[in-house]
């Protein structure tokens, strides 16, 4: 194997810290918050994932109703607590950048680069996952393939790297945080250590606010507050956007199956008398309970001809998108209802005038509105 | 090696491959490109900017602040930069989308100013029991 010949001292300008804080007992218990925390993140992500592309011998459940809420609330809140845990992870390790010399081996300039990329990808992932939160799209590639991509990168990293580290995590978990601390004046490892778990509790208790409702006064930080949606419940894509302008009077709801029939306004309320409370929760984090009347979409599918068997697709008047259509079979549709009220009101054109799609444990984006056909296959 | 180690770096190694895999195949060369650039440029604009501004800061902390009040200056900054972090974008896109989606339609700025006097007293308020103590402790000997 080659070998690079380097001065055993760095050069005289190369960084040098004399930082007492800075050690393993520290940034191994951070980390530990840290890897906690993005395998959550990369765990609830896989079953956002699965909301999207189920695969079709196993479909979505239906319970508990609120299960959507919580993974995508968790994983969007771990997501941002691990960006202040991230920022003082690495400021724990920083100096180990000027290490010298910087590679002793092959082995270990991999080791190296494989934390560079762990590094990178970490700061990406966490950024752009929280501009997505705010609908802040300021790079050119789909969001979404590259933010689950990258999360198996990132997952794997942090495993790699744990599987690297493991003798220095042990030993350093291994005794109390305040063994071997030089003495001085400053912060000690345990007031860092308190300043950071404050930190992030605060991130937490004044962003957690979109997705608990409860807590919503304390939302300073929210991107969302639900509560001051049009009938309390946020918009992900108002009727503008989706060029939705307004519903023609002659609109009818088309079912199409073995046997199909079309449904007017008239109608349609007239039997929209079931109640179901579910919660309706975006991928971008923020839910809300909510109180919806409608009618059965099973109604309806038996209606045509189908069953609890049937697989159902729903189309909306918007022209084009992704989620102008979506589908729904299995337990979600044994609980859909295709809802025309919305906690006690008319539904208002932004949330799917004059009917939509609302069914449990179901991303929000999915539950399709302003809706034109349903298609039983 | 320990068998635990090899099976968890294993695993990671499995999962950084797969992830790697259906980037390269399902993402348009163009969009990696532009992926490789952000994630070069993150690293270089922390550990190139952030990391020693940080070091600057805490280089300052510890030339001009009193040794006992040190302490609660860093403790205050180091629990007050996660907020300020994620505000950043907030206040950046504030009062930019439409009213119905009920999205960063806050005051962002006073909001993370209140945050920021919560953190600062509650540090003034550990450092004056901190002094009292200290000053019982003196008496007391």
């Known amino acids: ?262 449904l007017g306004l008239a109608e349609l309320e007239a039997g929209a008398t079931t109640r179901a409370d579910l919660p309706i929760a975006c991928v971008e984090g923020w839910s809300v309970d909510a109180r919806w009347h409608g009618l059965p979409l099973l109604d309806l599918v038996r209606r045509a001809g189908g069953n609890a068997d049937s697989t159902v697709y729903v189309h909306s008047l918007q022209a084009h998108g992704a989620y102008s259509h979506s589908l729904i079979d299995g337990p979600q549709l044994a609980g859909a209802l295709l809802a025309t009220h919305l906690n006690g009101e008319r539904l208002d054109l932004d949330h799917g005038y004059p009917v939509r799609l609302i069914a449990p444990d179901r991303a929000g984006v999915l539950n399709t509105k302003w809706l034109a056909l349903v298609e039983v296959r | 090696m320990s068998v635990t180690r090899w099976l968890i770096g294993s695993a990671g190694v499995v999962l950084i491959g797969w992830g790697a895999l259906r980037l390269l195949t399902e993402i348009p060369d163009g969009d990696l490109v532009a992926l490789a650039i952000w994630l070069a440029v993150a690293v270089a604009v922390h550990d190139g900017v952030l990391a020693p501004l940080t070091a600057l800061a805490g280089a300052m902390i510890n030339r001009f602040v009193p040794g006992r009040l040190r302490r609660f200056v860093s403790g205050a900054l180091v629990a007050g930069v996660g907020i300020t972090a994620i505000s950043i974008p907030l206040l950046l896109r504030e009062n930019t989308q439409p009213a119905a989606k009920a999205l960063l339609r806050q005051n962002y700025a006073v909001h993370l100013a209140w945050l920021w006097v919560i953190i600062g007293g509650t540090a003034a308020g550990l450092y004056v029991v901190r002094i009292v103590r200290d000053a019982r402790a003196t008496r007391g000997r």
Request: charged content about 15%.
């Open chain 1, 1 to 262: 194997m080659p070998t690079l010949r380097l001065p055993s001292s760095p050069p005289r300008l190369w960084p040098r810290f004399a930082e007492r804080l800075r050690s393993p007992a520290v940034t191994a218990r951070v980390g530990r918050v840290l890897g906690l925390a993005i395998g959550i993140c990369f765990v609830t992500g896989l079953l956002s994932g699965y909301q999207y592309h189920p695969w079709t011998w196993l479909p979505e459940p239906a319970h508990p109703v609120w299960g959507y809420r919580l993974t995508q609330g968790l994983h969007v809140t771990t997501g941002i607590a691990s960006i202040p845990l991230l920022l003082v992870k690495l400021w724990s390790v920083y100096p180990r950048l000027f290490a010298w010399p910087p590679a002793r081996s092959l082995v270990h300039l991999v080791e190296r680069l494989s934390i560079g990329v762990l590094v990178a990808v970490a700061l990406i992932e966490l950024m752009t996952g929280f501009l997505n939160v705010l609908g802040w799209y300021a790079w050119p590639w789909p969001f979404v393939a590259v933010h689950r991509f990258l999360g198996f990168v990132l997952a794997g990293s942090v495993l790699l790297h744990v599987a690297v580290k493991l003798p220095v995590i042990r030993a350093a978990l291994s005794r109390p945080v305040a063994a071997d601390e030089p003495a001085g004046g400053g912060l000690t490892r345990r007031g860092l250590l308190t300043a950071t778990g404050a930190g992030v509790t605060l991130a937490v208790i004044t962003t957690v606010g979109q997705s608990v409702g409860r807590l919503e006064p304390l939302g300073l930080l929210a991107p969302r507050r639900p509560s001051t949606g049009p009938q309390h419940v946020p918009v992900n894509k108002t009727a503008a956007q989706a060029r939705v302008r307004r519903v023609a009077a002659d609109w009818r709801l088309e079912v199409r199956g073995p046997r199909p029939f079309t």
